[in-house]
């Protein structure tokens, strides 16, 4: 893939705070994922990436879903015409809890 296809990622501030509620042995894979699945063509659906069917309030309409049990969701938004997803929001999903920080979001 060439430089062109790729869209920066860019972090919301709240995010720092998201990653303080889920145990640190697990940021590096959060960030890989993150990186591996996002830079590249973010608006594709698969399996564990899709569309939200209600907007998050915090402005996402993707969600991507990953790790043991798929337990974790990150929340973004796509900006096709500059390039650039907005990662707004990182969670754990336990049943059929959401928890984003130390927040319980109603889905």
Known sequence: ???????????????????????????SLIRRTIETQLQ??????TRNRKPL????ELGADWEIRFGPDN???VFYSVELENRQV?????GI???NRLIIGKEEINL
Request: glycine content about 2%; aromatic content about 12%.
């Open 86 to 90: 907005f990662i707004l929001a990182i």
């Open 93 to 95: 999903k336990r049943g």
């Open 1 to 27: 893939m060439n430089a062109k296809s790729r869209f920066d990622l860019i972090y919301a501030p709240q995010v720092k705070i998201h990653l303080q509620a889920i145990e640190r042995k697990y940021h």
């Open 71 to 73: 337990r974790f969701r």
């Open 53 to 56: 069917k209600r907007p998050l």
């Open 40 to 45: 590249f063509e973010p608006n594709l659906e």
